[in-house]
């Protein structure tokens, strides 16, 4: 096995050596956007000459935010400052000034804002580390590679609170807020208006080596009590773009390229308390103590490449899941949420589809029976490292690996009192590596993309017929931007490979991405000596993205029935052919009654490989913004009929019926102290069923340094076509099989809680808390009637009876299948109607009691139970789940962060 891992980190090595031999090609792009859920901002065309100067100083800067310290008279400040919001090209309300110093280690940025009207309101709430919208703040942008396409972002509010982000492509509103550095930043509330002071040492951000640096540079205030929008360099409205529209910070020379070596080890302790638990059961005393040391690596390699390892991860502080009942055939991706996962990843982000890192410490998959199990709930990190990083050629590379542990899970038989184990997860190496290259003068790109999975499996063990042994995947894409990305030609194709025990292989065949076992099917069949499988997909798109008023896209793309990504990324559903067109018109310059307004058409289509139709809809998009800064948006849809060959789960193709849709929704200004957005979804198909979901958002603030925020969201939703079961002993006309449907009912009511409360900018209270309710009533039982039909032959009909019994199961007679005796054929359902109340809560106190260190106390609770009867939920159900027995989880953990080794 240790062979197998070392070749994956070998072609993460051979992709970085690739990415330095490639010739230079003249670099020409940028960015996007902002914080939080982030306002939305538009870019423009043409590129400001606007140039802005560092001064080298000699002198410390005490960082209290007051400007007051000597060095800061030695720098130039900029001025020369433009609204892009509320009237676009016009001079701010207010005079701000920034200057920048800097030294051997750090770029010191010094903001200061005069207010036009002496004592106005500042609204300045205090608030976590990057939650900072609605505070009035300053923020700058650089583009430390002058890419022209990429850029760092540092934000300060008036209150002292930081914000910081990463763009990662020329897209205003395409942010990562992943990016987590660690500089410091102060602000002072004066008579004046605000001044403040941030400190971003250069060990934090990348660029290329050079004695003198010229780097691109934005800068923005935000002032929420007016809705005003100041920038240095506006994108204007009808265009796109961001590190493209630059000015240049030049004067940066000398600072060198030091080695940057960071250390953050942490210790953790927790203990697991749980509920109810069952005293026979020798693997739970209701209590489990733990205790825990691990540690984090950053290294630079060279200003422009950083290696980072973690040994041990833990991710005890990591906000749970939401809860959900899936009925589907499909896997639900939530989203990654780990820190070393997230952290520098947005090269790694590109890869899409091709790498989910949540596949990464997953939840064994192995099989086990006994009396009583102590089965894991995740896989073990032995060790996970990546390298990310831009080189002076203009390309761009990452790559990941990690390690997990052969995982057991401990069982207990209680008729003869023995212990054992069994092995439920092998030692598995994950490797993923992108390179991506810039050419032309638009800063288009051409990327590479390649994964890989090796499994210490063999054919003679179960892992072995259940798991694949080797997975690899990967793909070619291009981003060709024409016109400074006015216009853009986007492409993909990709190829994935498996192989495994024929067992393996064959579930690989046989699952809800494929159904290679369909009867019907022409492009494909199951064959249960298959050792392996391949597939490829491929994507081509065309779309104008700015312009004063029309937008609009052409796209298409296949997977082919063999395609597979699900041992290191993410797929639902292979044997697809798509195609879809989207035209929009926009008014971006206010008028009378509206700021903007936008409208779009879309049509889309779906086959299958047989050439099948599944898919086909009309779509409309409007949205209009008021002069109050309040949105409302309106979506509507018509489904035409299709052929699912999905919907019998390995059975022939069915019929789907039309459908409609529209949804509303109203928003207020992001920038107000109260936030609330109302939203309406409803939806009828041709069998009558409904779907209607009412959902909003409260957000306000107590106090300043309180927010509260609830989300409800209220679902009914009605399915004539739910799958049921497949049973043999059917008709001829079913290949002897019966694919069984109902009509289910279903209700679904939840809410997300949020709590905030801010000490101060480094310590902070968070609540996360989710109550869950959903019901499923399933009634009108029937069968596929013939493949391609819409309409069921319903129980109760057409020679059948149905009969439900007193265990509450059916009994279904159908007199026109008999047994060899003449008998007719009977079979039984089992009653299948569910409530389920659930609760997840997790509250983290957080104290960044030094720079890059942070302390964390942690409570998580999961409580859950159900019934097996189908009533819908009501709102006095949401919080039933209290009353439900479950776990509690506690833990501390302390971060050190050990800079400059």
């Known amino acids: 096995m240790q062979n197998k891992v070392s070749l994956i980190v070998l072609c993460a090595v051979l992709s970085t050596t690739a990415a330095a031999q490639m010739p230079a090609t003249r670099p020409d792009t940028g960015s996007h956007l902002l914080p939080d859920s982030g306002r939305a901002k538009v870019a423009g065309a043409g590129r400001a000459a606007k140039i802005a100067t560092a001064t080298r100083i000699r002198t410390s800067i005490a960082l209290d935010g007051k400007l007051d310290d000597a060095a800061w008279k030695s720098a130039t400040p900029i001025t020369d400052f433009v609204q892009k919001e509320p009237v676009e090209g016009v001079a701010p309300t207010d005079r701000l000034e920034v200057r920048f110093v800097f030294d051997d280690a750090a770029l010191y940025v010094g903001t200061r804002v005069i207010t036009s009207t002496r004592g106005r309101t500042i609204q300045a709430p205090v608030s976590r580390r990057d939650n900072i919208n609605q505070a009035e703040h300053i923020w700058i942008s650089l583009d430390s590679y002058r890419d022209r396409r990429t850029a760092y972002s540092f934000g300060v509010t008036a209150s002292g609170v930081r914000g910081d982000w990463y763009h990662p492509i020329d897209d205003e509103t395409d942010i990562d807020q992943s990016f987590d550095p660690v500089w410091e930043a102060a602000a002072d509330l004066n008579a004046d208006g605000w001044t403040a002071e941030m400190r971003i040492p250069f060990s934090q951000i990348r660029f290329n080596t050079a004695n003198a640096h010229e780097w691109g540079l934005n800068v923005d205030h935000w002032i929420p009590s007016r809705n005003e929008d100041v920038f240095w360099i506006p994108v204007p409205r009808n265009a796109t773009g961001w590190s493209s529209h630059m000015g240049q910070l030049i004067g940066i020379e000398g600072i060198g390229s030091a080695r940057r070596l960071e250390l953050t080890p942490y210790v953790a302790s927790d203990a697991t308390l749980t509920g109810d638990r069952d005293r026979a059961n020798p693997f739970d005393d209701g209590r489990n103590l733990g205790a825990r040391v691990g540690g984090d690596l950053k290294m630079g390699l060279g200003p422009s490449l950083t290696l980072q390892a973690t040994v041990n991860p833990d991710f005890g502080q990591v906000e749970a899941d939401p809860s959900e009942v899936n ?64 080189l002076s050629s203009g390309a761009s590379v990452g790559g990941l690996v990690a390690v997990t542990s052969r995982e057991h899970a401990r069982i207990y038989d209680d008729e003869t009192g023995d212990f054992g184990r069994t092995v439920v997860a092998p ?40 798991l694949n042994r080797s997975a690899y995947s990967g793909g070619a894409d291009v981003n060709w931007r024409i016109k400074g990305g006015e216009y853009a030609v986007d492409a993909l194709v990709g190829f994935s490979h498996i192989t495994g025990d024929s067992l393996a292989i064959l579930n690989a065949q046989r699952s809800s991405a494929r159904y290679f076992q369909r009867p019907d099917a022409k492009s494909y069949h199951l064959d249960p000596s298959r050792t392996r499988l391949s597939g490829a997909n491929g994507f081509l798109g065309l779309s104008k993205n700015s312009g004063k008023h029309w937008l609009g896209s052409l796209n298409g793309g296949f997977e082919s029935p063999g395609f597979e990504l699900n041992d290191i ?22 008028g009378k009654n509206l700021r903007s307004y936008g409208l779009s058409f879309t049509q889309e289509n779906a086959w299958n490989f047989d050439h099948n139709r599944e898919f086909s809809a009309i779509r409309t998009d409007a949205n209009a913004t008021f002069q109050n800064f309040w949105t409302l948006n309106f979506t509507g849809w018509h489904d035409f009929r299709g052929q699912n060959e999905r919907l019998t789960r390995g059975g022939p193709l069915m019929a789907t019926g039309y459908s409609n849709v529209g949804i509303i929704a109203l928003t207020n200004s992001i920038a107000a102290n109260t936030r609330w957005q109302a939203r309406v979804y409803y939806g009828k198909d041709e069998f009558g069923a409904l779907t209607n979901r009412i959902s909003g958002l409260l957000s306000f603030r107590p106090g300043p340094r309180w927010q509260l925020s609830l989300q409800p969201n209220y679902l009914i939703a ?10 043999g002993g059917g008709r001829e006309e079913t290949y002897d099989r019966r694919y069984v449907f109902a009509y289910i009912d279903r209700s679904t009511f939840f809410t997300d809680i949020r709590l905030n409360y801010t000490f101060k900018p480094d310590i902070s209270f968070e609540l996360y808390a989710q109550p869950f309710a959903a019901s499923g009533r399933y009634s009108d039982f029937g069968e596929l009637s013939a493949p391609r039909r819409r309409l069921l032959r319903k129980y109760g009909q057409d020679g059948t009876t149905i009969e439900q019994q007193s265990d509450n199961s059916y009994l279904v007679t159908d007199s026109r299948v008999t047994d060899i005796d003449g008998n007719p054929s009977q079979f039984t359902l089992p009653f299948r109607d569910f409530n389920v109340r659930s609760i997840r809560s997790n509250m983290v106190l957080r104290w960044e009691y030094r720079p890059g260190s942070t302390l964390f106390f942690v409570w998580q609770q999961d409580r859950e139970g159900g019934r097996a009867f189908g009533d819908r939920v009501r709102v006095s159900d949401l919080f039933d789940g209290f009353s439900e027995v479950g776990t509690n989880f506690f833990a501390i953990k302390a971060t050190f962060w050990i800079p400059a080794l």
């Open 327 to 390: 009925l589907s055939a499909f896997e639900t991706f939530f989203t990654e949420k780990r820190p070393f996962f997230t952290e520098g990843s947005q090269l790694l982000d590109g890869a899409g589809s091709y790498f989910y890192s949540r596949r990464i410490g997953a939840r064994p998959r192995g099989g086990v029976e006994g009396s009583f199990v102590d089965y894991p709930g995740a896989s073990t990190i032995l060790g996970a490292a990546k390298l990310t990083g831009r």
């Open 427 to 466: 030692l598995t190496g994950y490797g993923v590596g992108r390179l991506q290259k810039e050419f032309g003068a638009s800063a288009s790109t051409v990327g590479l993309t390649l994964t890989g999975v090796q499994r210490d499996v063999s054919s003679d063990e179960p892992l072995g017929a259940l």
């Open 569 to 590: 990324g993410s797929l639902s559903t292979a044997d697809g052919l798509s195609a879809s067109a989207q035209i929009r018109y926009r008014e971006t310059q206010p």
């Open 718 to 727: 009605q399915n004539a076509q739910q799958y049921v079961t497949t049973l």
